[in-house]
């Protein structure tokens, strides 16, 4: 019987510990809240736009990528193995456009690559992906900044 009572000592010690700790970290997570930085205060980003064939969808993803840009901010459209007006499109929207053409190599993979190759020697702190279907409403692409 004496046997017992130093084992359970012992085991309540050993979970004791870690559940306090845990708890501290939780209340300790409570006093200080990150806020999200207001468009003002964040970071310049590069949105890459992959797209093939996407004529009919493209200026509205576009306009509503660049109504919530900042000057310092880039918007690149990747028009790849298009075989429509999508480059065109998205140029006239106000995007800067990178035609790929390579039949071999093809898919929304690449595309990113070639995107990615294409801001490399301009390179900006964040890199945001978004489809070219896609509209984004406000705050939308930099409310996780």
Same mark, same amino acid.
Request: aromatic share 6%; proline share 6%.
């Given at each position: 019987?004496?046997?017992?009572?130093?084992?359970?000592?012992?085991f309540s010690?050993?979970?004791?510990i870690? +559940?306090?700790?845990?708890?501290? &970290? @939780?209340?300790?997570?409570?006093?200080?809240?990150?806020?999200?930085? +207001?468009p003002? &205060?964040r970071?310049?980003?590069v949105?890459?736009?992959?797209?093939?064939? =996407? /004529?009919e969808?493209?200026?509205?993803?576009?306009?509503?990528v +660049?109504?919530?840009?900042?000057?310092?901010?880039?918007?690149?459209?990747?028009?790849?193995?298009?075989?429509?007006?999508?480059? =065109?499109?998205?140029?006239?929207?106000?995007? =800067? @456009?990178? /035609?790929? +053409?390579?039949l071999?190599?093809?898919?929304?993979?690449?595309?990113?690559?070639?995107?990615l190759?294409?801001?490399?020697?301009?390179?900006?702190?964040? @890199?945001?992906?978004?489809?070219?279907?896609?509209?984004? /409403?406000?705050?939308?692409?930099?409310?996780c900044s």
């Open positions: 019987m004496s046997m017992i009572s130093p084992v359970l000592w012992l010690i050993c979970t004791a870690p +559940t306090a700790l845990y708890g501290i &970290e @939780v209340s300790m997570s409570f006093l200080r809240r990150q806020v999200a930085p +207001t003002a &205060e970071l310049p980003a949105i890459i736009i992959p797209a093939h064939d =996407e /004529e969808g493209i200026a509205r993803t576009v306009v509503s +660049t109504s919530q840009m900042r000057p310092f901010d880039r918007l690149l459209v990747v028009a790849d193995n298009c075989t429509d007006a999508t480059a =065109e499109i998205a140029r006239a929207a106000g995007a =800067e @456009v990178l /035609e790929r +053409t390579d071999k190599l093809r898919g929304k993979g690449y595309a990113l690559d070639a995107g190759h294409a801001i490399a020697q301009n390179p900006l702190p964040f @890199v945001v992906f978004i489809d070219a279907d896609c509209i984004i /409403e406000a705050a939308g692409a930099y409310g």
